[in-house]
């Protein structure tokens, strides 16, 4: 897009202005956040293709059909997490036994691999591959500069095609505080392992940590009966900054090289789009006002603020505000210690065991952890009835796992992988199926499939669908 300069005849004054309003924005915390874009698929190094518009994103019985993806750190010891037993016959173990009651709502997969993330002339770095390679199927660049690259992820390619039938196309939430730039991993850059979701090959979509302003971005902020009304003035207010930030954009054009001219028109473009997003949130018209009061902010408590992310989640599938969603509990190599549960050391530390019995049974301890939270989202969404007399779990499909299986290793095959959720009666949950050394990517295909997403042919590293799932 071509901005006209604004003409004056002190230019020094004139950039003195800007850059004094630009650190007014920024000393009250304004910030900007790229949007969804329309279409993202590209040459991308996912060489995922989507061409065709999809169909409505519905179970048989007119349903919306709900997606999410939850991510754990630092893999799972092996013994606690894969059941024995076939069928009505699959006996659960340790991990599991949290999702006892729950054993007809999900399967366990075996065999499902990220071989994108393994160690190869690119050297250390496994916990940035194995989490950037998670939802993209695709080989990270290693640096720790500005020159990321990544791919598009798979929860974008559903939103850039279903996204449109909510207020929000997607959802990002994280449980722990995230670092977008910085060396993380052996010189990975830190966007790899903070970020599950992204746009393009550059641009990831940051989680959110606090469910205070999850809340309040979904529903408003206040007391109930009060939302609405602050949601409108909200929306207001960004439309009124995104106009400030194209004015004042657009006076510094005429300043710029060629190359910064581009940089500057995908950023203007990437504002329009942020307008559209306002749009397409008004198009639905009122936003639900749930009864439960606004979330003060991050507890202190890990525990209670996972389970606070997970009521977000499910408000927002309840609401019908998104039915895309992504939760990364912890970043990828994570060390943070477990004092609720009486473990003083921290995760990754002890993921690598050496076969320590003492350090196996701690890391043990924050799987099961992880597990019980994760059994209580879903148990809420078992109890939570759509119009068709279902629960929102068997009108949705959602994975839970890690990049890494071993992280004692550091081994990318065979992940700890389980997906609840029937699909709207697609899927056949109750049991443990068994692939052959499968990309993971084949997995998300079939999913996509059932989303309602068309014309993806390939994604990432996927030789193509999974079958009997």
């Known amino acids: ?34 949007p969804a874009f329309e279409s993202l698929l590209g040459s991308s190094a996912s060489a995922a293709v989507a061409v065709e518009a999809a169909p409505l994103a519905t179970t048989a019985s007119g349903m919306p059909l709900r997606m999410a ?32 009651s729950l054993r007809q709502q999900f399967q366990i997969f075996g065999g499902l691999d990220h071989r994108n993330a393994t160690p190869g002339p690119d050297g250390a770095g496994d916990h940035a591959r194995a989490s950037g390679t998670f939802l993209t199927g695709v080989r990270v660049k290693k640096t ?21 039938l909510t207020r929000f196309p997607s959802l990002e939430l994280t449980a722990e505080a995230t670092h977008r730039s910085g060396n993380c991993d052996s010189g990975y850059s830190c966007a790899y392992q903070n970020n599950l979701s992204w746009q393009s090959a550059t641009v990831p979509v940051a989680p959110e940590s606090n469910p205070r302003l999850v ?11 009060e939302r609405g009304n602050s949601l409108k003035l909200r929306k207001a207010q960004q439309r009124s900054i995104l106009d400030f930030v194209l004015e004042d954009a657009g006076s510094l054009e005429d300043q710029m090289g060629t190359r910064d001219r581009q940089k500057l028109d995908e950023y203007l473009t990437s504002v329009r789009e942020i307008e559209k997003r306002i749009e397409q949130a008004e198009r639905f018209g009122k936003a639900p006002d749930p009864s439960m009061p606004t979330p003060d902010g991050i507890p202190h408590s890990f525990k209670e603020h996972i389970q606070l992310m997970f009521e977000m989640m499910a408000l927002a599938f309840q609401t019908d505000s998104t039915r895309i969603a992504t939760f990364l509990l912890a970043n990828e190599g994570s060390n943070r210690a ?4 009486g473990i003083p050391e921290g995760h990754h530390f002890l993921s690598h065991h050496r076969s320590q ?3 196996v049974d701690k890391v043990a301890e924050i799987d099961l952890f992880y597990m019980q939270q994760f059994a209580g989202f879903l148990e809420k969404l078992d109890r939570a009835k759509d119009l068709d007399g279902q629960s929102i779990l068997h009108n949705s499909m959602i994975v839970y796992g890690s990049g890494h299986s071993d992280a004692n290793r550091h ?59």
């Not at 800007?18 to 915390?29: D, T």
């Not at 500069?145 to 279903?162: K, L, P, R």
């Not at 477990?338 to 549960?341: K, N, S, Y």
């Open 215 to 225: 809340f309040e971005r979904l529903f408003g902020a206040g007391l109930p009966g």
């Open 338 to 341: 477990f004092p609720e549960i």
């Open 144 to 164: 720790a500069g500005s020159d990321i690259h990544c791919g598009v992820s798979i929860d974008q390619i559903a939103a850039n095609q279903v996204g449109h």
């Open 411 to 469: 081994t990318h095959v065979n992940l700890p992988v389980l997906l609840a959720g029937a699909g709207g009666g697609s899927l056949t949950p109750g049991r443990h199926v068994t692939f052959d050394g499968q990309p993971m990517t084949n997995l998300f295909l079939s999913m996509a499939d059932r989303l309602g997403v068309s014309g993806l042919k390939q994604f990432g590293d996927s030789t193509g669908r999974v079958k009997g799932i």
């Open 69 to 100: 993806y939850v991510y754990f750190p630092n893999g799972a010891i092996q013994p606690n997490w894969w059941p024995t037993g076939e069928g009505k016959d699959l006996q659960l173990a340790r991990t599991m036994k949290p999702l006892e």
């Open 357 to 359: 019995q003492d350090m």
């Open 1 to 34: 897009m071509k901005l006209k300069p604004v003409s004056s005849p002190d230019r020094a004054a004139q950039r003195h202005h800007h850059f004094s309003r630009r650190n007014f924005l920024r000393g009250i915390g304004v910030c900007v956040a790229l």
